[in-house]
């Protein structure tokens, strides 16, 4: 089956700081990646829509200038956390989308956990 | 607010017993997805459903799919410790104007099955 990678699976920062979490499809194609956000026993909330190649599609609500989304291949996909603060910390995860699937085929990456001290 | 409503939040019972998740929504999906997701860890698909009124079995697992495509169920048969984890239903919809789907999510259902 169709498997998602990210790296790091959990990292700690220090308030001010940015980090850079990626995700990648290890065997095939992916159009479209889709980063979400989970608290803690709460569901998925999506952050972004990312396709290869354009600007990525923000929800409302969500800081582009703060989540800096880069899908620069067919494979990766990377967030950028700027000036990470306490209340960014959550479990972020990325799912992506087969080049010739249906669009709601997403396959998920196990998530990285994020903790701004 | 939730596009997808699911049901019940917290789940806690014996292994053994039957149980039934729920996942409403006044809005028409293409689709229907269900999750499992364990802890730390990224969502694992379940199961598709496409066609109203539709209904997959996978082992002890019950999917169905409401004739009008607004609703959900998950009914699982003699629940065992293992099926314990967080369950999400996932409703595939298309922006009005939009060339791009997505997916929402419900909230999920908490299950722990106790031996």
């Known amino acids: 089956g169709a498997v998602v990678s990210q790296h790091p699976s959990w990292v700690i920062c220090k308030s001010g700081t940015s980090v850079k979490i990626e995700c990648r499809s290890l065997?095939?194609?992916?159009?479209?990646m889709f980063w979400y956000r989970q608290f803690p026993k709460q569901s998925l909330m999506l952050m972004a829509t990312s396709n290869e190649g354009s600007k990525a599609t923000y929800e409302q609500g969500v800081e582009k200038d703060k989540f800096l989304i880069n899908h620069a291949s067919l494979t990766l996909s990377t967030l950028t956390v700027t000036s990470a603060h306490p209340e960014d910390s959550s479990f972020y995860i990325c799912?992506?989308?087969?080049?010739?699937?249906?669009?709601?085929?997403?396959?998920f990456g196990p998530g990285t956990r994020l903790t701004v001290t | 607010t939730q596009l997808l409503e699911q049901s019940p939040q917290f789940l806690s019972i014996q292994e053994g017993e039957n149980l039934t998740v729920y996942c409403n929504s006044s809005?028409?999906?293409?689709?229907l997805q269900w999750y499992r997701q364990e802890p730390g860890e990224g969502p694992v698909l379940l199961v598709t459903?496409?066609?109203?009124?539709e209904v997959k079995k996978l082992k002890r697992l019950t999917f169905q799919f409401g004739d009008a495509r607004k609703d959900s169920s998950l009914h699982i048969t003699a629940a065992q410790p293992g099926d314990t984890g967080l369950y999400l239903c996932?409703?595939?919809?298309?922006?009005?104007?939009?060339?791009?789907?997505?997916?929402?999510f419900g909230r999920g259902t908490q299950l722990t099955v106790w031996p």
């Open positions: 996932a409703g595939e919809w298309q922006d009005r104007g939009s060339t791009l789907g997505r997916l929402y």
């Open positions: 809005s028409v999906f293409s689709s």
């Open positions: 799912s992506a989308r087969e080049a010739s699937g249906r669009w709601s085929e997403q396959y």
């Open positions: 459903v496409v066609t109203g009124g």
């Open positions: 065997d095939f194609q992916a159009t479209t």
